[in-house]
């Protein structure tokens, strides 16, 4: 279903969980910048992830997409990309979420470029690559 101003609380602790830090300030600005905007409700009022979908200068950018499984996240993935038929996309997937990796290639996705997240110290924050389904962009996460 489409995303609803309510969405955020519920979309929040899936999203810690996802990257490791908070990022409620940065979801509703890019929530804004984005269409459609897509959270998948397993049951009613139990959010299993949520996907995002906005014009850039050359392509639609896919992402972030987030989600507690495989299922839920490439379902995500499937309607946004339904959604954004007929025009070029772009799709930052992170390298551990095979999954994600398989079901682009199979769409005729092909590698642009190689993404490298990189710390320097303990990694206190290190999230869960395999909920992470799409990227807001290499600079977001």
Known sequence: RDWLPGDLASVDGLDKAAFGVPRRALLPV???QSNPVLVLEAEPGRIDGFGFARAGSQ???LGPV???SHP???????AL???S???PLFWDIPDPNQPAVSVA????FTIQRP???MFLGENVAAGDPNRQFALAGPEVG
């Open 85 to 87: 038929a007929g025009q």
């Open 115 to 117: 993404l490298i997240r």
């Open 81 to 83: 990309v339904a959604r």
């Open 66 to 68: 987030i989600a507690n």
């Open 105 to 108: 290639q199979s769409l005729g």
């Open 72 to 78: 839920a996240g490439l379902a995500l993935m499937n």
């Open 59 to 61: 392509a639609v950018y």
């Open 30 to 32: 890019l929530a804004r």
